[in-house]
Every structure is written in C-alpha cells, then in structure tokens.
C-alpha cells in the first residue's frame, strides 16, 4: 500500500478503537468515519475519514458538530490527503472549528533501521505487562504529553480497558529507575503505527527518546512489519529523521470547543 495511506489508515483505526474502548458513538459508512463521545480531549472524539461531494460537506460537518454537543465533548477533524471535498479545512473554520496545526505523517522502511542509537548507560527500556507498568506509563506521560495528567489519564484507562494483549505494544523507558520515557505501537492496516512518544523535561535531549521509538520499531520488525508510520511534531521532527523517517503527508488537525 502507498505509505501516504498506511500513514493515514493505521491513525484511523489507532483512533477509532481507543474510541470504541471508551464507548464513543462510532459511524463508518464508507463516506464518514467517526468516534465521538466520552473523552475530555478533543483530539479522541474525532472524525478520521471523510469521502464526500462538494454538496455534502457542510451537512457532514454540522452533523459532526451536533454530535459533540450532544455527548458536551470538545472535538476535532484529522484532515488528511485523501479526504474529500479538497476545501474541507476551509469549511470547518467557516463552521467555528479552529485549525491546530499538522501532524506530519511519516514513514520508514523497517528493514533500513539504525541497529542503536547513543543512549545514557542507565537508560533501561521494558514492556508494559501488568497495572504497575501501566502506572509508571501513565505517570511519564502525563509529565511530558498533550494535554497531560488529563490526556494520560484517560489513555491509561483505555489501555486498561483493552488489555495488554491484541494489537498494542506500550514502553517504559526508566533512568535510574525513575520513569521517563513513554512510546506505543499499534499494529493495524499492515504497518506498526507509533503513539504517544514522550520523555519528560528533565531528560531530554539525550537521545531517550530516539532510544525508546527505536526500541518498538525494532520489535514489529521483529514481528514481521515491515513499514513503521508515526504523526510527529515539528518538535519530534529532527529525532525521526535521525531514525530513517521520511515525511509523506500532512494531516491537519481541526479542533471545536463548546462555548
């Protein structure tokens, strides 16, 4: 598959089963694809996919919207290359969403991966099995991700909800014991999609988190993946490209508040 669009399937349906966890309101009708309801971030109650006419659009936007307000959550468009009508950013700002910025779609060819990467000596990286590790993730997240303790917190609740079996990988990263580091990988649409990369402010730049990405890469090769994609920050941008990521899209994230 064209990595623009394993980049742009596998966030789908990251997003659409964290949705499903949470039991959020769920559409995929071929034309919209939708998880909405029971998160308090909006970038969780979302729509991921849009294939509409020029007539539909702002219909399927105002439905969208009547939604969240329904379920009182903030929400957001993931608008990527592929969604239709082109002018979709255009309508949602018309419609009171506000633009948020891209995340950078990227993608890298699993077998081209650096064999290590300079990481401090004391720097130990393990697998989430168990509520302990879960914990510690959360906590790490929430120093350093997003929306933090909020969005961390929620995240942490879904993952619980799922179990650590099935489709998911989480990663700790601790120095001296202490947790400082976070990454995931979600396995879905024939790539190994990485989320929720994180290393807390007092031990970055260090190559933590480079080392931990490399580290849940490595393992989906090691399951048989053989392409890696990831949505980064023009901060994490850099520490990508270090890994052998090449930039294949944008996606560009429309949020709405309530009020």
């Known amino acids: 598959?064209?990595?623009?669009?394993?980049i742009e399937e596998n966030g789908a349906e990251f997003l659409m089963t964290l949705g499903r966890a949470a039991?959020?309101?769920?559409?995929?009708?071929?034309?919209?694809?939708?998880?909405?309801?029971n998160s308090p971030i909006?970038?969780?109650?979302?729509v991921v996919h849009a294939a509409l006419t020029q007539n539909e659009a702002d219909r399927e936007i105002e439905a969208s919207l009547q939604r969240m307000r329904e379920h009182e959550v903030p929400g957001s468009w993931h608008v990527g290359p592929s969604m239709r009508p082109p002018d979709l950013g255009r309508r949602l700002i018309a419609h009171g969403f506000e633009y948020g910025g891209d995340?950078?779609?990227?993608?890298?060819?699993?077998?081209?991966?650096?064999?290590?990467?300079p990481v401090p000596?004391?720097?130990?990286?393990?697998?989430?099995?168990d509520e302990a590790?879960?914990?510690?993730?959360?906590?790490?997240?929430?120093?350093g991700f997003g929306e933090g303790p909020v969005e961390a917190e929620w995240v942490g609740e879904m993952y619980r909800r799922l179990g650590f079996e099935g489709p998911w990988r989480h990663y700790l990263g601790r120095v001296d014991?202490?947790?400082v580091a976070t990454a995931t990988s979600f396995f879905g649409a024939g790539a190994a999609g990485i989320y929720f990369v994180c290393t807390v402010e007092r031990a970055r730049r260090r190559g933590i988190g480079a080392g931990i990405t490399l580290a849940?890469?490595?393992e989906a090769r090691d399951l048989g993946y053989s392409v890696g994609v990831l949505g980064s920050s023009e901060m994490g941008y850099p520490v990508y490209r270090g890994l052998g990521f090449e930039e294949y899209c944008r996606i560009g994230l429309y949020e709405w508040r309530p009020g």
């Open 1 to 6: 598959m064209d990595k623009t669009l394993l």
């Open 23 to 37: 039991g959020a309101e769920e559409r995929d009708d071929g034309r919209v694809r939708w998880a909405i309801g």
């Open 42 to 46: 909006d970038y969780h109650n979302c």
């Open 103 to 117: 995340d950078i779609g990227m993608a890298v060819d699993l077998s081209a991966l650096p064999h290590e990467v």
């Open 121 to 129: 000596d004391d720097f130990v990286i393990e697998r989430v099995r």
């Open 133 to 143: 590790g879960l914990a510690a993730w959360v906590e790490a997240l929430g120093s």
């Open 177 to 179: 014991e202490e947790p």
């Open 216 to 218: 849940a890469l490595s």
